[in-house]
């Protein structure tokens, strides 16, 4: 079997389209240095997942947008509800085995192969566990409404696992140009189905159809992307090899899901399924604008960080190097956000949503939190501590079970402002936690975002004060609003290139991009 480092490079130079035969040959160990070639694999990719995360995000947005006005609360809510137990299943299903391709220093058609029949596999399983299990589960916590919605979304899961390994091997090349092209398909076919299921009086099951539109549509684009025909290489060796890690990774992610799911089922069984899609709702908002600006850093860092786990020097340089990045747009969006939600919400979504706007504005709070704790876990995945990752994460799904549970008898404004309170007292956990596996340290985070928060706090200073003499001066509420919001970014533009090299670095080396593309 010839070296399988030349066919890696003629995967990458035609964008990992080589037939299954190359797929067959083995690999070299990688270089585990942040050099010249891995810096720009991560630039393109995080450029191409800008480009999914913003398309994504606006074609979601328009939908949410029309769903939430055509929907009740309580239909959304009656979906969430289903969709907290459909997540867990695709976890089981899918979830951890995939993540041994980006990882695996050496590439071989068994573990792919191993790979696909055990998602497809455990896939079906699942969907007939979920079948059976879902009217019991759902009467368990009082939300019979939800049991139909899951049994259908079970059948979801073996849709989903047929694409998951050939998008995992794309990515593996750094193929994110791929993944923005099914990000956009899936999200435009998933969100128009579900837009005119909506308008034909479906109800929660417009959401349903919009799941299956989007898979479907996903796995289509992912065979098409990477041409790898599943063959007979299933090896129980292989699956011996990789199962831990996997099962790691399965149940830290399901741990981490739960934080999350767990406050839908709380407050579906402590108040009731309107209670969930009000709070889902402010969340998902607060969550646009935070996946818009950390995604595309994040997502790319698992096959970054996996190629550095063995020099712990340059995985720091590109921790922060990610996070600097990813702070100068994270933090001002959401601390702006957080300002406006109370008038931006219930104007966009109509005024049965007005407490999903006060509750946006408390969640915006949780930008630090979240922004520093979306980075953890693909370093921890990265580096293999799946242990480290469970133990992290089933400390958080007891914090926000037992304070979710202690806050909702007085009402969501407290739920969601113990939850704040809450994200704050975990992070040191899992800043000692990234220090131990990586060395990456306190310190090396906070002077990453120091600066960004500085400039965004002088952006709500200015912008705050601003939004109130507006409000009243106009009858269509979107207008202060729009104002506020070139406003704020002139403003935060202005602040953060005074006080921070690294933004006039980034505007420098721009200007120099558009110049030179100019002149051809």
């Known amino acids: 079997m010839n070296d399988f480092r030349k066919s890696q490079q003629v995967l990458q130079k035609k964008e990992a389209r080589a037939d299954v035969a190359k797929l067959a040959e083995p690999q070299d160990d990688e270089p585990s240095v942040y050099n010249a070639d891995l810096r720009k694999k991560t630039r393109w990719s995080i450029l191409w997942t800008v480009v999914r995360i913003g398309t994504d995000q606006v074609f979601s947005f328009i939908v949410f947008v029309i769903l939430a006005r055509l929907l009740s609360p309580s239909e959304i809510g009656t979906f969430a509800l289903a969709l907290a137990f459909a997540e867990v299943g695709r976890v089981i299903a899918i979830g951890g085995m995939v993540q041994n391709i980006p990882r695996a220093k050496k590439l071989t058609p068994g573990l792919a192969d191993t790979v696909f029949w055990t998602n497809l596999a455990m896939s079906f399983v699942v969907a007939l566990v979920v079948l059976v299990a879902a009217p019991l589960i759902m009467d368990l916590i009082d939300q019979p409404n939800s049991a139909a919605p899951l049994q259908a979304l079970g059948f979801v899961l073996p849709i989903a696992a047929l694409g998951a390994t050939h998008m995992s091997l794309r990515l593996r090349e750094f193929g994110h140009k791929s993944l923005a092209i099914r990000s956009i398909l899936g999200g435009t076919l998933g969100g128009a189905a579900a837009i005119a299921a909506a308008f034909a009086g479906w109800g929660v099951w417009s959401l349903v159809l919009q799941r299956f539109v989007t898979e479907g549509s996903n796995a289509l684009t992912a065979w098409l992307s990477y041409k790898y025909v599943p063959g007979r290489n299933f090896s129980k060796e292989e699956l011996r090899k990789i199962w831990s890690f996997g099962f790691h990774i399965a149940t830290t992610q399901i741990i981490g899901m739960l934080p999350r799911r767990a406050m839908d089922l709380t407050l579906g069984t402590l108040i009731n399924a309107a209670a969930v899609g009000i709070n889902r709702t402010s969340f998902r908002t607060a969550e646009l604008v935070m996946q818009g600006t950390i995604s595309p850093f994040t997502t790319v860092a698992v096959q970054t960080m996996s190629r550095l786990q063995d020099n712990s020097a340059e995985l720091v340089k590109a921790y922060r190097w990610m996070l600097t990045r990813s702070a100068m747009l994270t933090i001002p969006a959401l601390f702006g956000f957080g300002v406006l939600a ?67 008898p007085f009402g969501l404004v407290m739920v969601a402002s113990v939850s704040v309170v809450r994200s704050y007292c975990t992070l040191p956990f899992q800043m000692w936690f990234l220090k131990r596996a990586s060395g990456i340290t306190p310190r090396d985070a906070l002077s990453a975002i120091a600066k960004p928060l500085c400039a965004s706090v002088i952006m709500c200073a200015c912008v705050w004060p601003l939004m109130e003499v507006l409000r009243p001066l106009f009858t269509i509420r979107l207008v202060p609003v729009f104002i506020c919001v070139a406003a704020g970014m002139v403003v935060y533009a202005g602040v953060i290139y005074t006080i921070s090299p690294e933004a006039r670095k980034l505007v420098s080396q721009q200007w120099k991009r558009i110049c030179g593309i100019l002149k051809r």
Do not use: C
Not at 348 to 360: D, N
Not at 378 to 400: C, D, E, K
């Open 342 to 408: 109370p008038d931006a919400v219930p104007a966009i979504y109509g005024e049965k949503w007005h407490e999903a706007g006060q509750i946006a504005q408390i969640f915006s709070l949780m930008a630090i939190p979240y922004l520093l704790s979306s980075f953890t876990s693909p370093i921890l995945m990265a580096l293999g501590r799946g242990s480290a990752l469970q133990t992290l994460s089933l400390g958080n799904v007891i914090a926000t079970v037992f304070f979710a549970a202690i806050s909702a």
